[in-house]
């Protein structure tokens, strides 16, 4: 992240994205699919880099190797074509947008971190610091109930963060430029969907 000015001489937190070029590898119907959706493909790659399934798939539609593809629903399939690239052109300044990715991995995580459990007394000679305490009831159920909140992984896993504002985009340089952070590391891989 980092931050710019506006006119008025405001500072805005953002974070700038590097943006496709995107290129539609498939286009699903409803007749032949059961679903309107597109299929794209990111990041050029070599022939050696896929299997001979993903080649033959490309291949019949006679794209390039692409090392990433990614399938989004759609209204309707007339507006898109195979072979078409998208870019930061679809959007637009001051336009919402969802952002989906997979965040930060932070380990086996404790209930205080993982889910803002209150600790127990420090002094006083209590033994109970940083413990889980009661997890259920006695002989009935007899079990501990599902999605009981324990200590576990934390992070790792897609989440999306919602209407996040387009400050400006590069149409040279592929570059976006969105107010906020992004789930994940520099680096990792997003999914960019106009908000509703």
């Known amino acids: 992240m980092t931050q710019?000015?506006?006119?008025?001489?405001?500072?805005i937190p953002v974070t700038i994205l590097k943006v496709g070029p995107c290129?539609?590898?498939q286009i699903k119907t409803k007749p032949?699919?059961?679903?309107?959706?597109?299929?794209?493909?990111?990041?050029?790659?070599?022939?050696?880099?896929?299997?001979?399934?993903?080649?033959?798939?490309?291949?019949?539609?006679?794209i390039q190797p692409v090392k990433y593809l990614k399938e989004f629903r759609v209204n309707t399939e007339t507006e898109f074509e195979i072979g078409q690239v998208l870019n930061v052109d679809l959007l637009s300044p001051g336009q919402f947008v969802n952002?989906?990715?997979?965040t930060v991995?932070?380990?086996?995580?404790?209930?205080?971190?993982?889910?803002?459990?209150?600790?127990?007394?420090?002094?006083?000679?209590?033994k109970n610091h940083r413990a889980p305490?009661?997890?259920?009831?006695?002989?009935?159920?007899g079990r501990v109930l599902p999605g009981k909140k324990m200590a576990g992984q934390l992070g790792n896993k897609i989440t999306t963060i919602?209407?996040?504002?387009v400050i400006q985009l590069n149409s040279e340089?592929?570059?976006?430029?969105?107010?906020?952070?992004?789930?994940?590391?520099?680096?990792?891989?997003?999914?960019?969907?106009?908000?509703?």
């Open 133 to 141: 305490g009661s997890i259920g009831m006695g002989t009935t159920p």
């Open 105 to 126: 991995g932070k380990g086996f995580s404790g209930l205080q971190k993982r889910h803002n459990f209150t600790r127990g007394p420090m002094t006083h000679g209590s």
């Open 162 to 165: 919602k209407n996040l504002k």
């Open 99 to 102: 952002i989906k990715g997979k």
């Open 23 to 25: 290129i539609v590898t």
């Open 32 to 62: 032949k699919d059961g679903y309107d959706a597109i299929q794209i493909g990111y990041s050029n790659v070599t022939n050696k880099s896929l299997t001979q399934p993903e080649l033959g798939h490309l291949q019949k539609s006679n």
């Open 4 to 11: 710019i000015f506006d006119e008025s001489g405001n500072i």
């Open 173 to 196: 340089e592929n570059i976006l430029i969105i107010k906020g952070s992004v789930p994940g590391k520099p680096g990792n891989l997003l999914s960019i969907i106009p908000s509703e």
